[in-house]
C-alpha cells in the first residue's frame, strides 16, 4: 500500500513514530512551516475548573488529500510540533477533522481521519522499547481520551519541561479531486498539577504486535470475510497502577475488541456504526463488485461512528495484557484499497494510573 505516491515517502504512519524508533523527515508540503499551520483557539474548561484547568483547541493545515486514483486518495503527514502545555496533566483529547472554512469533513464529504498519533519524542512506549510514547490515538470514529472520567478521576498524562511531541495522521479521500482538511486536537489540562493527582502511562496494545509488525494496519487474511486476530506474545506489565480509562479502535467490518488480563476479558469494546449522518455515505467510496461480502452497490455503506470504551480496574507486575480483534465482512463492509480489502486495525490505548513526575518505567530516554 502506498508505495506509489511522493507522499509515502515522508509518511510511515504508526511505523515511523512507533515501530522504528526513528523520526521519519517532516513533511514537506503543503504544510512547509509548521509556525504558519497552527492555529489555537481557547475553549470553555469542563473538568477541575478550581485548579485553573484549560482547554485548547488546535487546528493543524491545511492539509491537501490527493485524488482517489493517486495513493488510493490516502496521505501521511509526519513532523515535531509542541505540546499543548509543559508541567501539565492532560485530563482529556479528542482529534476531529473539517474544512479550511470550518465545515464538517468525514465520509458523509468522503474524507476520512484515518488515523492520528500524537506522541512524545522525550519518553519511551511502555509496550514497545524502540517506539515512543503514544500520548493520544483516534480513528475517523474520533472518540475522545476521557483520561479524567468526566472528571472524577484525578488523573491526566504528566508533559514536562521540554518534553517535544511528534504528529502523525493518515488522511483519505473518496473523491476524484483533491481536497483540503484540517486536523484538530482538543486538548484540556491542569496546569502545575497538584501532588494528590496522577500521571497516567498510556499502554498500546495491539493486534499487530507490542512493537506493530506492520505499522498497527494488519493485512487481511487471504479469502477470509469473518475472522479474529489476536495480540500474540501478550505484554507482561513491568509496573503497576489503576486503569482510568481504555480507549479501542477498529476498522469497518470489525464488530468488537476484547481486552484480556491474564487471558480473562477486562473489556468488550463494541464497534457502533452509523449514529450520525457524518458515518453514512452518500455512495460506495468506490467500486466494491467482484469481492465476496465486500460489495456495498445498492445500499447505504455506515462506518464505525463510535467504539466502547471502558473504565477502572488494575494492572499488577507480572500480568499478561492482550487484545483480540473480531472482524465480519459480512455483517459489515470492510474498506477497500486499490480493489483489494485495505489492512484492517485492532488497538486499545489504556491509561493506567500512577503518582504524577515521578516515572520509574522509562529506562531511558532516546537521546
Ligand atoms: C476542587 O473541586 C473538587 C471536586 O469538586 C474537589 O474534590 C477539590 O477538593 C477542589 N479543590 C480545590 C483546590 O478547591
Ligand atoms: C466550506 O468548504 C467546503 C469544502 O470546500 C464546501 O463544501 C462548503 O460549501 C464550504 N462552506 C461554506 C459555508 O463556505
Ligand atoms: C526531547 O526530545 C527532543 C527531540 O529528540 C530533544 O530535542 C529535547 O532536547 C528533549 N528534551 C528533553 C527535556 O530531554
Ligand atoms: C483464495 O482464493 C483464490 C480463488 O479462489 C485461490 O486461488 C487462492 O489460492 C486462495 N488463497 C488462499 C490463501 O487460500
Ligand atoms: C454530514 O454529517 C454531518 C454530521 O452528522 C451533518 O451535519 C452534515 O449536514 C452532513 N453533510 C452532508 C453533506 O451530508
Ligand atoms: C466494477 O468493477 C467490475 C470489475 O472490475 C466491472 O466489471 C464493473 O463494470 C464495474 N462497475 C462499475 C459500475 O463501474
Ligand atoms: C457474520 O455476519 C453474518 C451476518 O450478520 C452472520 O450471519 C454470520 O454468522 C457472522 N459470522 C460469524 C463467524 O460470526
Ligand atoms: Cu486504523
Known sequence: MKTTSVYSLMGLMCAGTRASGV??????????????????????PRFFTNYSSQRLQFRYGPFTIPPLDVSNGMVDYNFPIPPPCTDCLITYAQAGMEYPNGSYANANTSTWLHHAVISNLNRTDATCERAHEPVFASGNERSAADICVD?????????????????????????????????????????????????????????????????????????????QLGMDPPWTAPFEGDIVWIGSHLHDGGEALSIFRNMNIMCYSVAVYGEIPGYIDPMPPMNMSGVEGMDGMGMDVVHISSMGACEGGRVEVGDQWSVGAAYNFTAHPGMMEGGKPAPVMGISLMYVATTAKSKPWVLENYE
Open 23 to 44: 523520526a521519519p523527515i517532516p513533511s514537506a508540503s503543503p504544510c512547509s512551516s509548521i509556525d504558519h499551520c497552527i492555529s489555537t483557539t481557547p475553549l470553555t
Open 151 to 227: 472528571g472524577t478521576e484525578k488523573a491526566g498524562y504528566y508533559i514536562a519541561e521540554g518534553d517535544q511531541f511528534w504528529f502523525t495522521a493518515e488522511l483519505m479521500n473518496a473523491l476524484n479531486a483533491p481536497q483540503n482538511v484540517v486536523v484538530t486536537f482538543d486538548w484540556e489540562y491542569v496546569p502545575s498539577p497538584p501532588s494528590d493527582f496522577m500521571g497516567v502511562i498510556p499502554v498500546w496494545l495491539d493486534v499487530d504486535g507490542g512493537c506493530p509488525a506492520h505499522g498497527s494496519e494488519v493485512p487481511v487474511p487471504a479469502n477470509q470475510t469473518a475472522f
